[in-house]
């Protein structure tokens, strides 16, 4: 029999703030309020900033702060925050057992050094192979290199906030963090681990973004608009800096320790596919935990981006979705921006902090349907390139 898995703690980091509490704070504030931008640093595009963070509260070593680039930052002080939330900080015996999953990106370009590279190589031709050499000899420090590797940002949660589980780095954009969710929350119903922290972050204020993102063409350029108005040459995802981490518990282990559960987590299903199929495999993915479905409103946070194709596949998922009964769709990106890694965590982390409050987000943009409180809340998370994934969140003691 599959056992029970509950949220017992989430983190959160994003251009709103720190924490459960700021994020429903603003999240449920009413009318549409003006979304945290900075134009100026990645022009074109904007990006959602992080709000100021005083990192040291959760990392207290400035050797270790040092030692992480910002994203790296960003997703230790988050998880510390996730620990602390589910009563896992500070406690050896639960941090020997918590399992760790966590969803990364590849580091950070050094901006100020690639830019001195072009500079010094601009108009060299016989001797630019040597120069680069030797360039990338001295300026690319052993340590600066490994600072880049994703699978440290799980190593840097080990060793400042003592989780000694196992430990698993993914990578692969948005299909990264659905899977670092699905992954644990198997484990855990299959009796494999009783404790789990899953999660990812990102920053995005970075000037190469935009070279990455607009370059492909999923970046939105010019003003920001909300997401399910991003359309036709207005199409694009704004980034988000994020930080995202969720502990996944096994029920009766929760009870047994005297934690509180959030919320329950039915399902998580992901796959692949490229773009041009998601609707399609996102209904297939559906029908494997339409069962489980409430005879009432359903709420979805959406992790919609406002990129071309892949939005308008959401839109039809939806369209299908709402066939079988009304739903109420909340797409974060309007608020929060697009968190890449991060996104799955993020709005699982927002559908467990909603239902632990008994209601639900008020309309992000206009044209979202309004919903006061919802008994059930869907996640999705389709790729910018590929892949789709959903999560199926109740009430603590809902459902069969």
């Known amino acids: 029999m599959s056992r029970e898995v509950w949220v017992t703690g989430i983190g959160l980091l994003s251009s709103l703030g720190e924490g459960a509490d700021t994020h429903w704070a603003a999240l449920t504030e009413p009318g549409f309020p003006a979304p945290v931008l900075d134009t100026e640093t990645c022009i074109p595009c904007p990006v959602h900033p992080l709000a100021p963070v005083d990192y040291d509260r959760q990392i207290p070593k400035k050797g270790d702060q040092r030692q992480?680039?910002?994203?790296q930052r960003i997703g230790t002080y988050t998880a510390g925050l996730a620990l602390?939330?589910?009563?896992?900080?500070?406690?050896?015996?639960?941090l020997a057992r918590t399992h760790m999953i966590v969803a990364a990106g590849g580091g950070e370009r050094d901006v100020a050094v690639?830019?001195?590279?072009?500079?010094?190589?601009?108009?060299r031709n016989e001797d630019a192979g040597p120069a680069l050499n030797a360039r990338l000899g001295a300026d690319l420090r052993p340590t600066l290199f490994l600072a880049q590797l994703s699978n440290l940002l799980a190593g840097s949660i080990s060793i400042v906030h003592g989780v000694r589980g196992s430990s698993r780095t993914l990578m692969g954009e948005e299909s990264s963090g659905a899977d670092a969710a699905?992954?644990?929350h198997a484990r855990i119903a299959a009796g494999q681990a009783d404790l789990a922290l899953i999660g990812g972050a990102l920053n995005a204020v970075r000037q190469d973004l935009p070279m990455l993102y607009v370059g492909t063409g999923t970046g939105l350029r010019g003003?920001?608009?909300?997401?399910?108005?991003?359309?036709?040459?207005?199409?694009g995802f704004v980034m988000g800096s994020q930080g995202a981490f969720v502990v996944l518990e096994e029920a009766n282990h929760a009870r047994a320790r005297g934690a509180r559960g959030l919320a329950r987590v039915r399902a998580i299903a992901s796959d692949m596919s490229r773009r041009g199929e998601g609707a399609a495999r996102a209904a297939e993915l559906w029908a494997t935990m339409a069962a489980l479905r409430a005879p009432v409103t359903l709420g979805v946070v959406s992790g919609a981006t406002g990129a071309a194709v892949v939005t308008d596949e959401e839109r039809d998922f939806l369209a299908g979705l709402a066939k079988d009964g009304p739903i109420a769709v909340r797409a974060s990106g309007t608020r929060l921006g697009h968190g890449v890694e991060a996104s799955f965590?993020?709005?699982?982390?927002?559908?467990?902090?909603?239902?632990?409050?008994?209601g639900f987000y008020p309309p992000f943009e206009p044209g979202e349907a309004p919903a006061d409180s919802v008994s059930q809340i869907l996640v999705t998370g389709f790729g910018a390139q590929r892949g789709q994934a959903l999560a199926l969140l109740e009430p603590i003691g809902g459902g069969a």
Not at 114 to 123: E, I, K, P, S, Y
Not at 226 to 232: E, I
Not at 345 to 358: D, E, H, K, R, W
């Open 345 to 358: 965590p993020m709005n699982l982390a927002l559908a467990a902090l909603a239902i632990s409050q008994g």
């Open 114 to 123: 690639d830019l001195a590279l072009v500079r010094d190589l601009a108009g």
């Open 68 to 71: 992480m680039e910002p994203w």
């Open 84 to 94: 602390a939330a589910a009563g896992v900080a500070g406690q050896p015996d639960l």
């Open 182 to 184: 699905r992954i644990a």
């Open 223 to 235: 003003d920001w608009a909300p997401v399910w108005q991003r359309k036709g040459e207005h199409a």
